[in-house]
């Protein structure tokens, strides 16, 4: 029996598109893949609206709390996945030794305007996550 492998997502404050991806991989591929997230600066609490984007698709995460990259320091990572630009500039130097990729996601939480709106950004990033992410994945 072979053992899924490790990969980790890394944004900013882990708090929406790293939380994402995490749940979609652990999900949609965890027999291949065991997903982690953390954050370069770790936000207090994940976005309960990327958890309700989440939800619409049928996935739970409940136990979603942002993490520092810190808690990653000595984990047998097979891929860092930087899923935004700024934690892509300060992606710590240790971590990703093994392979690390860059694929970029806007940041749903910065979206204004009407509830439907902010909702409509967020189910937008959630999708292009699932689809960017799980195809990367089954590349590899």
Do not use: Y
């Amino acid at each position: 029996m072979t053992h899924p492998r490790q990969v980790l997502f890394l944004c900013t404050g882990n708090s929406c598109r790293s939380q994402m991806a995490e749940a979609i991989v652990n999900t949609r591929r965890g027999e291949q893949w065991h997903a982690v997230s953390a954050g370069t600066q770790p936000a207090e609490h994940v976005h309960p609206l990327a958890l309700r984007a989440l939800a619409e698709i049928g996935i739970t995460h409940p136990d979603a709390v942002p993490k520092s990259a810190e808690a990653f320091r000595d984990a047998p990572l097979d891929m860092v996945i930087t899923v935004c630009d700024d934690a892509a500039e300060n992606c710590p130097i240790w971590l990703g030794q093994g392979k690390k990729l860059h694929v970029s996601f806007p940041d749903p939480a910065k979206a204004t305007g009407t509830d439907e709106e902010i909702m409509a950004v967020f189910r937008a990033v959630r999708e292009d996550i699932e689809r960017r992410v799980l195809t990367v994945l089954d590349t590899l």
